[in-house]
């Protein structure tokens, strides 16, 4: 069975959410705001190692306490200036460890809402499929261009259109050899795209939102407790 490599990119600082301080640090209900992504790829049994893709120069992770996690949370601090730098350098660090067609998972840190069960349904779906995918949702919302002044210049057709989320989950040699040719890439699809992959699309979340500015604090605060108090309600 091939392996499951979780990478968790955490090298960035967050600059849009106006702190100095990194933003996957962020305190979220009651844990750095990382720390909820890291347990839930941990749970799942089927997740060979999770890897916090760390800054060379980050100070903040030897300050908590991530004594709960099991032993296959892993810290590399080898995060380059971008996200593709960043897993490009975890994916030299698993030569030698991942084969050609292990499975590389790769999840945003600011996305603590994941669930597991979510996380589950996308290992199922994409499976066995060649290439891999990504969860994502259809565009909801009708587009608007603006070519300046802020008025508007063109309505795009969202049909077909698809928002990204992550997990995104690719064999770890296409991906390596997308991020190669295309290190600009913005997420694994694209640079798996660049070298003819077709990912495949797996219907996502709503609640697996990306945390970008200050207000989205309390929203994710919210899912989170409400996660919580359903499992305590269930067991």
Not at 162 to 177: G, H, N, V
Request: proline content about 7%.
């Amino acid at each position: 069975m091939p392996k499951i490599f979780a990478l968790v990119p955490a090298a960035g600082q967050g600059t849009r959410m106006g702190e100095a301080f990194p933003k996957q640090y962020l305190p979220l209900a009651g844990r750095p705001m990382m720390f909820h992504s890291l347990e839930t790829l941990a749970a799942v049994d089927r997740i060979t190692a999770v890897i916090a893709i760390l800054s060379p120069m980050d100070r903040h992770w030897g300050a908590h306490d991530w004594s709960a996690f099991p032993d296959k949370i892993e810290a590399l601090f080898a995060g380059g200036a971008t996200r593709g730098a960043s897993v490009a350098n975890a994916l030299a660090m698993l030569e030698g460890r991942a084969a050609p067609t292990d499975w590389v998972l790769v999840h945003d840190a600011a996305r603590p809402c994941i669930g597991r069960e979510l996380v589950e349904q996308f290992l199922d779906e994409v499976g066995d499929d060649p290439v891999g995918g990504l969860l994502a949702m259809p565009l909801a919302d009708t587009l608007k261009r603006s070519e300046g002044l802020l008025r508007v210049s063109e309505t795009i057709p969202r049909e077909g259109l698809w928002r990204a989320q992550t997990p995104q989950m690719f064999r770890y040699d296409i991906l390596r050899r997308g991020l190669a040719r295309k290190p600009e890439a913005t997420d694994e699809s694209q640079a798996v795209e660049s070298v003819g992959g077709m990912p495949k699309l797996v219907q996502g979340a709503n609640a697996n939102f990306k945390v970008t500015f200050t207000d989205d604090l309390p929203i994710a605060e919210m899912i989170l407790a409400r996660r919580v108090a359903d499992e305590e309600t269930s067991s």
